[in-house]
T-cell receptor
Framework: DGGITQSPKYLFRKEGQNVTLSCEQNLNHDAMYWYRQDPGQGLRLIYYSQIVNDFQKGDIAEGYSVSREKKESFPLTVTSAQKNPTAFYLC????????????FGSGTRLTVV | QKEVEQDPGPLSVPEGAIVSLNCTYSNSAFQYFMWYRQYSRKGPELLMYTYSSGNKEDGRFTAQVDKSSKYISLFIRDSQPSDSATYLCAMSLSEYSGAGSYQLTFGKGTKLSVIP
C-alpha cells in the first residue's frame, strides 16, 4: 500500500542536540511538506519542497533545516537553535490533485528532556 | 485578526446528536475549503472538500460554505463514538499545490467527543 512513513513515532532530545525526523513516501508525489502541531495552535508550515534539490521556508522555519536529495524522502532536522522544539511533527505530500490530494504521515512526537 | 478562526472546544455530545463545527476566515480570496479529521496521535485525513459557496453531502457529513459571510461549517448527523476526533478546517487560494500562496491554511481544530 502506498503512503507516507514517518519515523520514529516518539523521539526524545536533550538540550543542545540536533535530531533528524524521517519522512518517506512511495506515492510518487512531487510536493512534500513539514508541519508542526502544538495544542491549540493548529498546523503551521515549517518547510516545503516542490521538486528534488529545491525547498522553501514556511512560516516557522527558524531552527529547522531540510534536504530533498530523493523524490521519496524529505528529512527534517530540528537544530539546537530551535528554542521550543517539543511538538508533534507531521509530514505530508500532495499529488497532481493539488490541495485536495494531501496525504499526511502518522507524525513524530518530539520531546525535549 | 487570524486568517482562520476555529473554536478549539472541546465539544462533547451524546451519541446520535447533530454536531455543528464551524470556521470563519478573513481572506476573501480563499476558494477551496476542506475538513480534515484527526484521531489522537495520528495524521489528519481528508474528510470533505468544497469549492466556493454551497453545500456538499457525503453520508452523515455535510459541508457548507458561505463566502459572503466568510463562514464554513461541517455538520455530522447521527453522531457516533467513532466520530470522536479533532476536526480541522483548511482552506486554499488555489487548487494546485505549488510555491507561494498555494499551501493550506489550517484552523486550530475542534476536539469532539461523542459519548455513548
Amino acid at each position: 500500500d502506498g503512503g507516507i512513513t514517518q519515523s520514529p513515532k516518539y523521539l526524545f532530545r536533550k538540550e543542545g542536540q540536533n535530531v533528524t525526523l524521517s519522512c518517506e513516501q512511495n506515492l510518487n508525489h512531487d510536493a512534500m511538506y513539514w508541519y508542526r502541531q502544538d495544542p491549540g495552535q493548529g498546523l503551521r508550515l515549517i518547510y516545503y519542497s516542490q521538486i528534488v534539490n529545491d525547498f522553501q521556508k514556511g512560516d516557522i522555519a527558524e531552527g529547522y533545516s531540510v534536504s530533498r536529495e530523493k523524490k521519496e524522502s524529505f528529512p527534517l532536522t530540528v537544530t539546537s537553535a530551535q528554542k521550543n522544539p517539543t511538538a508533534f511533527y507531521l509530514c505530508a505530500s500532495t499529488s497532481s490533485r493539488g490541495v485536495f490530494g494531501y496525504t499526511f504521515g502518522s507524525g513524530t512526537r518530539l520531546t525535549v528532556v | 485578526q487570524k486568517e482562520v478562526e476555529q473554536d478549539p472546544g472541546p465539544l462533547s455530545v451524546p451519541e446520535g446528536a447533530i454536531v455543528s463545527l464551524n470556521c470563519t476566515y478573513s481572506n476573501s480570496a480563499f476558494q477551496y475549503f476542506m475538513w480534515y479529521r484527526q484521531y489522537s496521535r495520528k495524521g489528519p485525513e481528508l474528510l470533505m472538500y468544497t469549492y466556493s459557496s454551497g453545500n456538499k453531502e457525503d453520508g452523515r457529513f455535510t459541508a457548507q460554505v458561505d463566502k459572503s459571510s466568510k463562514y464554513i461549517s461541517l455538520f455530522i448527523r447521527d453522531s457516533q463514538p467513532s466520530d470522536s476526533a479533532t476536526y480541522l478546517c483548511a482552506m486554499s487560494l488555489s487548487e494546485y499545490s505549488g510555491a507561494g500562496s498555494y499551501q493550506l491554511t489550517f484552523g486550530k481544530g475542534t476536539k469532539l467527543s461523542v459519548i455513548p
